[in-house]
C-alpha cells in the first residue's frame, strides 16, 4: 500500500493535455476498473476464506454428501485459459487494424465463454448435492455462482464488443480500443478467480 | 461491471440540459462541488433522524424499566440509528462531502476522475437511506443491531433484516464507487508538476481511506449476500441449526467494520490538518511522518479485526496477536496528535469555531484513543466487552471525533461554499452546548459499562439510573445545541456577511479562486500549490524575546 | 513529574469498579490500575498541553503576522514515536502477563470433562486457579442459554437450577452452550465475559471467593428481552453450598 510512486509528473497528463482533465485516457479509465477489480478480487476472497474456514473447523454431519469430480472442472478451466489467450489475440488483430480477424476471435472467446457456462450448468446438475444440503454444498455454490454470473457478463461484454466492432456503424476500432481492452482486462480477471477457485474448491 | 465503464461516454456535459441555479442540487449533477453538498446536505438529513432515533433511545433509558416503547421497538430502533449514522451519515459526509468538494481542488483538477460515477454513487444513496427507513413503517425494520449477528438476524423477522441487507449492499456500492474515484483522481488526475509528497493532507487521508473502502468493503457485501441466502434460501452458512458456523459472520464482518472506523475517522484526521494550519497560521507539523502514519494506520487497520472478538470463543494465539497489532495503532495515531499540537505550539491561534471544534475532536479522541488501547488487551476487554464502556469508546471516537471534525469543516468550509460567514456566536454557543452535552452523555456511560450495565438493553438495573439520566440529560443538550447550528447556517446562507474569496488567508487551491467557485473551479489554469502549509515567519525572523526556552528547544535550536 | 505522580494518586484512589468475587478480579483490577494510571497521564498531559497552546499562542488583537515557520522536526518526531512504541509495548506485555495469570493461556480443559462431553470446546477462559492439578476438583456446571433464561445444570447432582449456586474457594467449570441465538454469560464482579455460542459449546472457569449475591447478565443482543435476560450468582461458604447441593439433588443421583 505504501508503494505508491512518487512521479514527478503524471505520464498520462501529457504537456498536450495541460489544462484539459476532462479529456478522459483509456489508461486512466483502465486504472479505474482495474481497482473496481481489485474490490471484485476481495468479494471472492470473502468467500473462499469462509470456505477455507468452514473446511477447516467445521466438519459435516455424518451422512452429509459433498463429492465434487475433477474431469468437468479441468474441462472448464482449459475452456477459459484457452478463452483468455484467444481475447488476447483478439486485442492483437484490433491493433493491428484486421477487424474481420478481430471479431473471429471475440466470437471463438464468447463460444468458450458460453460452453464454460453449459459445462458448468451441467455440473450443476449431475452435482449430489443441493445449495441447502449443508455448509460446504452452499460455499461451493455461492463461490461457483457468484464466478457464474461473472462470466455471463462477460459473456455479454464480448457479444456488445463483436457487435460495436462491425465494419459498418460500429463504435470500435483500432483508435477507439477502450471497450475492447477493458473487456479483455474483465475477462482475464475473471479467469484468473477461475484459477483460483479450481485449485481452492476442487483441488484441496 | 458497465456501471464502471459509464463514465467513458460521459465527457462533454451540455450545459444547458443540466439545470442551473438552486435546482442542480436536486438533478443527477456530474460538477464535484454539486455533488459534496448534495452529500453533506443529505447526510445531515439523516443525522437529524438518526438523532432523533438516539433521543428516542436516550429518553427509554431514562428509567430503568422498558417503558417509553415496545422492546421489540426499540431494538429497531438502536439497530436503525446504528446504521443510519455510521452508513448515511458519517462515512458519507466525512468521505463523498468533504471528498468530492476538495479532492479535485487539492490535486488541481476541474472535476473528479469518473464524473458520472460520481453522481450514481450519491444518487444510491437517498433511495438506500429511504429503503431503510420506510422499513420501520412498512413491516417493521431490522432487530438485530448494526452487526446482524446471525443467528438473531435470522430469527428475527426476515422482512426488515432483508430490507436492511439490500440497503446496506447500496451504501456499500455507492462507497466503493466513490473509493475508486478518490484513488484515480488523486492518483492520476493531479495537475503536471504536482507531487505526490506536495499534496493537503487530506488527500493523504482520502488515498488511505479509499484503499480501505476498496479492499474492505466487498466482503461485507460478499458476507450479507451469504446472509440473505441463509434468511431466504435456508442455507446454512451461519445457521447453527443446519451446520453453519456464526463466528465465520463475525470474522467476515469485522473485516469490514473495523476499517469502517478508519472510514470515519481517516479522512477526519485529514480535515483536521487542513483547518488547524490555516487558523494556527503554522505549517503542519512533521508532513512526512504524518503521511507515513496514515498509511501505517491504514495497513494495520486491516489486521486487528478480531478483537472486537475476543470474548467470543477465538483461541488464544488470535488473541494475543490481535491484541498487539491493535494496541500499536496508538503509534500512528500518537504521531499524528503530537504532531497536531505541535502545530498549534508558537502559533497565532483564532479561537474561532472551525478551531474550537478541531480542538474539541483532540481532547475527545484522545480520551477515546487511551480507552481503545486499554480495550485491546484481552484481559480488560473481557470484562467490558459489549457493555456501555464500549458504547462510550465508540461514541468518543465516532461522535467526539468525526461528528465534531464535520462541524469544524463547516465552519471552515462555508464560506467557500456559499460565499458567506457562518455567525461566530452562535457558532460558539454550538461548540459549547455540543461539548458539553457530548461529555455529559458519554463520559458517564464509561463507568456504567464498568459496573455491569451491558449495550443495547431496554431495561436496567435500577443501581444505574442517576448516571442513566444524566447521560439522557447530555443527550437532550446535544439535540438543542443542532437548533443554533441549524438557523446558523440557514439564516447565514442569505443574510451572512460577505466572506470574499478567502478569508482565511489560507493557502491550499480551493482558496485560490471565487467563493463560490465557477463551475471549472478556477478561471484560467489551476493553480500549482507546492506549499499547501506555507504559512508563517521563519524562525530567524521571529522574535525570540517572546518566546519560552521551550519554544526554542521545539524549534529544534 | 508532577503529571505522572498525579496520575498515579489517581490510579490508586479512584476506585471505579465494582467489589471482587473471583480470584482473577484482584488480577483484573492491578491491570486496571496501571491502565488508569497510564490514561490518566496520557489525557490531562495532552490536553493541559492543548489548553496551554490555545491560551500562551492565542491571537491577540494587535497581532496580525504568522506563527513561527517550523516545518517538522525530526528528532522530536522520533521521540514521540519512540515513546508511544514503548508504552504501548509495556502495556502489552503486562497485558498478557496478566492474562497469563488469570489463566488465559491454560489450554482449555476439555480433556479432563467426563465422558457426556467429549465434544469439542471451541473457546473460552480456563481462569487463574483452574490450574493442571487442580481441575480434578473443579465443579463441572452445564450452562444452557436461550431466549431468554440461563438454566444450570449440575451432572453431579443432576440439579437444574435457574440460579447459579457456587462454593467459595472451589475452581467452577462452566461448559456453555446456547439453544438459538448467541448469548453472552457476563458477572462484572468476576470480571469475567463468555460468549454462549449456539453450535459451539464454550468454556468459562472461575473461582468464586467472597459470598454474596451478584448478577449474571447477558452481554450479547439476544432479541427483544434481552435487557431482561439476568440471573444471580449465589456464592456460598463450603458448608451453606453442600446444604443447598444435598437439599436439592435427586436423591438417586446424589447416591450412586
Excluded at chain 2, 220 to 232: E, Q, R, W
Aim: glycine letters at 10%; proline letters at 6%; charged letters at 10%.
Amino acid at each position: 500500500m505504501t508503494t505508491i510512486p512518487v512521479k514527478q509528473t503524471n505520464p498520462d497528463h501529457g504537456d498536450a493535455v495541460e489544462s484539459d482533465n476532462h479529456e478522459i485516457h483509456g489508461d486512466f479509465r483502465l486504472f479505474g476498473l482495474a481497482t473496481f477489480l481489485v474490490a471484485d478480487g476481495m468479494t471472492f476472497a470473502g468467500f473462499f476464506a469462509a470456505y477455507l474456514t468452514f473446511k477447516a473447523v467445521n466438519p459435516l454431519p455424518a451422512g452429509a454428501v459433498y463429492e465434487l469430480e475433477l474431469p468437468l472442472p479441468i474441462l472448464n478451466t482449459i475452456l477459459l485459459l484457452v478463452s483468455s489467450a484467444t481475447f488476447h489475440r483478439a486485442g492483437q488483430a484490433l491493433h493491428s487494424g484486421a477487424m474481420q480477424r478481430c471479431r473471429r476471435w471475440l466470437l471463438i472467446t464468447a463460444a468458450l465463454g458460453l460452453a464454460f457456462l453449459v459445462s458448468q450448468m451441467v455440473e450443476y446438475f449431475t452435482l449430489p448435492f443441493g445449495l441447502a444440503d449443508n455448509l460446504y454444498a452452499s460455499t461451493f455454490y455461492a463461490a461457483t455462482g457468484f464466478h457464474g454470473l461473472h462470466v455471463t457478463l462477460g459473456a455479454l461484454m464480448i457479444l456488445i464488443v463483436w457487435w460495436q466492432a462491425r465494419s459498418n456503424g460500429g463504435r470500435i476500432n483500432s483508435s477507439n480500443a477502450f471497450p475492447l481492452e477493458a473487456a479483455e482486462l474483465y475477462w482475464h480477471f475473471v479467469d484468473g478467480i477461475w484459477v483460483i477457485l479450481f485449485v481452492i474448491l476442487y483441488l484441496l | 461491471m458497465t456501471i464502471a465503464l459509464q463514465p467513458e461516454t460521459g465527457t462533454e456535459r451540455p450545459p444547458r440540459l443540466q439545470p442551473t441555479g438552486w435546482l442542480r442540487y436536486f438533478s443527477f449533477s456530474v460538477d464535484h462541488k454539486v455533488i459534496g453538498l448534495q452529500y453533506l446536505v443529505c447526510g445531515f438529513l439523516f443525522y437529524l433522524i438518526g438523532g432523533a432515533l438516539a433521543g428516542a433511545i436516550r429518553t427509554e433509558l431514562a428509567s430503568p424499566v422498558a417503558d417509553f416503547m415496545p422492546r421489540d421497538v426499540y431494538n429497531q430502533v438502536l439497530t436503525l440509528h446504528g446504521t443510519v449514522m455510521i452508513f448515511l451519515w458519517i462515512v458519507p459526509v466525512v468521505n463523498g462531502a468533504f471528498g468530492n468538494y476538495l479532492i479535485p481542488f487539492y490535486v488541481g483538477a476541474r472535476d473528479m476522475a469518473f464524473p458520472r460515477l460520481n453522481a450514481v454513487a450519491f444518487w444510491l444513496i437517498p433511495p438506500a437511506g429511504l429503503l431503510l427507513i420506510s422499513s420501520y413503517f412498512l413491516t417493521g425494520a431490522a432487530q438485530s443491531g448494526w452487526t446482524a449477528y446471525p443467528p438473531l438476524s435470522i430469527t428475527t423477522p426476515a422482512t426488515g433484516q432483508i430490507i436492511w441487507i439490500l440497503s446496506v449492499l447500496l451504501l456499500g456500492g455507492s462507497s466503493i464507487f466513490g473509493g475508486i474515484n478518490f484513488i484515480a483522481t488523486i492518483l492520476k488526475l493531479r495537475r503536471p508538476g504536482l507531487k505526490l509528497m506536495q499534496l493537503p493532507m487530506y488527500c493523504w487521508a482520502m488515498l488511505g481511506t479509499s484503499i480501505l473502502v476498496v479492499l474492505s468493503t466487498p466482503v461485507l457485501a460478499g458476507t450479507l449476500v451469504l446472509l440473505s441466502f441463509d434468511i431466504v434460501a435456508h442455507t446454512g452458512f451461519f445457521n447453527p441449526t443446519l451446520g453453519g458456523n456464526v463466528v465465520v459472520y463475525q470474522h467476515l464482518f469485522w473485516f469490514y467494520s473495523h476499517p469502517a472506523v478508519y472510514i470515519m475517522v481517516l479522512p477526519a484526521f485529514g480535515l483536521v490538518s487542513e483547518i488547524l494550519p490555516v487558523h494556527a497560521r503554522k505549517p503542519l507539523f512533521g508532513y512526512t511522518t504524518m503521511v507515513y502514519s496514515i498509511m501505517a494506520i491504514v495497513g494495520l487497520g486491516l489486521i486487528v479485526w478480531a478483537h472486537h472478538m475476543f470474548t467470543s470463543g477465538t483461541p488464544p494465539w488470535m488473541r494475543l496477536f490481535f491484541t498487539i497489532a491493535t494496541a500499536f495503532i496508538a503509534v500512528p495515531t500518537g504521531i499524528k496528535f503530537f504532531n497536531w499540537l505541535a502545530t498549534l505550539w508558537g502559533g497565532r491561534i483564532s479561537l474561532n469555531s472551525a478551531m474550537l471544534f478541531s480542538c474539541g475532536f483532540i481532547v475527545n479522541f484522545v480520551l477515546g484513543g487511551i480507552t481503545g488501547v486499554a480495550l485491546a488487551q484481552v484481559p480488560f476487554d473481557i470484562h467490558v466487552h459489549d457493555t456501555y464502556f464500549v458504547v462510550a469508546h465508540f461514541h468518543y471516537i465516532v461522535f467526539g471525533g468525526s461528528v465534531f471534525v464535520i462541524f469544524a469543516s463547516i465552519y471552515h468550509w462555508y464560506p467557500k461554499f456559499t460565499g458567506r460567514m457562518l455567525n461566530e456566536h452562535l457558532g460558539r454557543l454550538h461548540f459549547a452546548l455540543t461539548f458539553i452535552g457530548f461529555n455529559l452523555c458519554f463520559g458517564p456511560q464509561h463507568w456504567l459499562g464498568l459496573n455491569g450495565m451491558p449495550r443495547r438493553v431496554a431495561e436496567y438495573d435500577p443501581q444505574f439510573t442517576l448516571i442513566n439520566q444524566i447521560s439522557s440529560v447530555g443527550a437532550l443538550l446535544m439535540a438543542i445545541s443542532t437548533l443554533p447550528f441549524l438557523w446558523n447556517v440557514i439564516q447565514s446562507a442569505f443574510a451572512g456577511q460577505r466572506a470574499g474569496d478567502n478569508p482565511w488567508n489560507a493557502l491550499t487551491p480551493e482558496w485560490l479562486t471565487s467563493s463560490p467557485p465557477p463551475v471549472e473551479n478556477w478561471v484560467g489554469e489551476a493553480p500549482l500549490v507546492e506549499e499547501p502549509y506555507g504559512f508563517g515567519i521563519p524562525a530567524e525572523a521571529f522574535d525570540l524575546a517572546a518566546a519560552s526556552g521551550r519554544d526554542l528547544w521545539s524549534s529544534g535550536k | 513529574m508532577l503529571l505522572v505522580l498525579g496520575g498515579m494518586w489517581v490510579g490508586q484512589n479512584i476506585n471505579l469498579l465494582p467489589v471482587d468475587a473471583s480470584v482473577n478480579a484482584p488480577i483484573y483490577d492491578e491491570l486496571f490500575q496501571v491502565l488508569f494510571t497510564i490514561g490518566t497521564v496520557l489525557f490531562v498531559g495532552i490536553v493541559g498541553l492543548l489548553v496551554f497552546s490555545l491560551i500562551r499562542f492565542r491571537r491577540r488583537s494587535d497581532q496580525i503576522g504568522d506563527g513561527i515557520a517550523i516545518e517538522g522536526n525530526l528528532p522530536l518526531e522520533i521521540f514521540w514515536t519512540a515513546v508511544p512504541a514503548v508504552v504501548v509495548l509495556f502495556v502489552g506485555l503486562y497485558s498478557y502477563d496478566i492474562y497469563d495469570r488469570m489463566g488465559g493461556m491454560v489450554p482449555l480443559a476439555h480433556d479432563h470433562m467426563d465422558g457426556a462431553h467429549e465434544e469439542r470446546v471451541w473457546g473460552g477462559i480456563s481462569s487463574g486457579s483452574v490450574q493442571a492439578g487442580e481441575i480434578g476438583n473443579a465443579l463441572p456446571i452445564d450452562v444452557t442459554a436461550m431466549q431468554f433464561a440461563f438454566l444450570f445444570h449440575y451432572p453431579d447432582g443432576d440439579i437444574i437450577s435457574g440460579e447459579l449456586h457456587v462454593p467459595a474457594g472451589r475452581p467452577i467449570t462452566l461448559r456453555m452452550e446456547a439453544k438459538d441465538v448467541i448469548h453472552a454469560f457476563w458477572v462484572p464482579e468476576f470480571r469475567l465475559k463468555q460468549d454462549v455460542i449456539p453450535g459451539q459449546p464454550t468454556q468459562l472457569s472461575f473461582t468464586p471467593t467472597r459470598p454474596g449475591r451478584y448478577p449474571i447478565v447477558c452481554a450479547e443482543l439476544c432479541g427483544p428481552y434481552h435487557g431482561g435476560m439476568r440471573s444471580t450468582v449465589v456464592v456460598e461458604e463450603q458448608d451453606a453450598w453442600d446444604a443447598w447441593f444435598s437439599s436439592n439433588a435427586k436423591t438417586d443421583a446424589a447416591n450412586t
